[in-house]
């Protein structure tokens, strides 16, 4: 419950952070407007194309958009809306639909009610706990889905947070603001451990990368967070 995510702890630096594997001091994203890095870095989608790993990405916050070059994409998926339950819902039974179909070897789902939530009501109050329920329901609904396919068994889900918040605002390097849940689940995953190192959000590209058997960019600075992964029987 005390990965530490970067600064500004906003949504699309954060996520640079998450998915390329660097800090915004070397992606350089520091607002939540894309720019093209001055010195590109591949991001995780960028990589698990690279080795012929479908990929799919489903999100209610347009921004995400840029996550990855063009064409690493197999399929791209934006809901216009995220200031109900219902709008991460939908993100949740369309990533369910197109991954049916697509098989990916690496999923993007990002579900932005609870931003949404936070801002207008509030972290941590009664309705931004009601929003963490709906988007667990919603993860759950992947999860089933991926069941349902007899796919279980080699399915990996990370649970995490591009940032925290405090009263109705985020962007500060409070512990409020910067500690985020980093939750690994599924095939090869140590069950039951709490993860004693300090996690930094960067690790999520690395350590996804290390799953997926996908070899890590030169570029990416995080580590793999080995303590994480069960013993190869
Ligand atoms: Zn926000």
């Known amino acids: 419950m005390e990965c530490r995510t970067d600064m500004p702890s906003v949504t699309l630096p954060c996520h640079q952070t998450m998915l390329r594997g660097v800090g915004v001091g070397r992606h350089g994203v520091n607002t939540n407007v894309f720019h093209p890095l001055v010195r590109p870095v591949p991001s995780l989608i ?11 990405s489903f999100y209610n916050w347009e921004q995400l958009r840029d996550l990855s070059d063009p064409g690493s994409l197999d399929v791209s998926h934006y809901c216009h809306a995220v200031d109900t339950a219902e709008g991460d819902q939908r993100v949740a039974e369309t990533a369910v639909e197109h991954l049916e179909r697509l098989d990916p070897g ?26 963490i329920a709906n988007a667990d329901l919603c993860i759950g609904r992947l999860v089933e889905a991926q069941e349902g396919a007899g796919r279980l068994a080699s399915t990996v889900v990370l649970v995490t947070s591009d940032h ?28 039951g451990h709490a993860i004693e190192e300090q996690v930094e959000l960067r690790d999520t590209c690395t350590t996804l990368a290390h799953i997926l058997g996908v070899a890590p960019a030169p570029e990416w600075e995080g580590r793999v967070i080995t303590q994480a992964l069960a013993e190869p029987e």
């Open 164 to 191: 925290g918040g405090h009263e109705r605002v985020h962007g500060t390097e409070m512990d409020e603001d910067m500690l985020v849940p980093w939750v690994l689940w599924g095939a090869g995953i140590r069950r």
């Open 46 to 56: 960028d990589a698990a194309r690279q080795r012929g790993l479908r990929t799919g």
């Open 106 to 131: 690496f999923a993007f789902v990002y579900f932005g009610h609870l931003d949404h939530v936070g801002h207008r009501d509030g972290w941590m109050s009664a309705n931004y706990l009601d929003a």
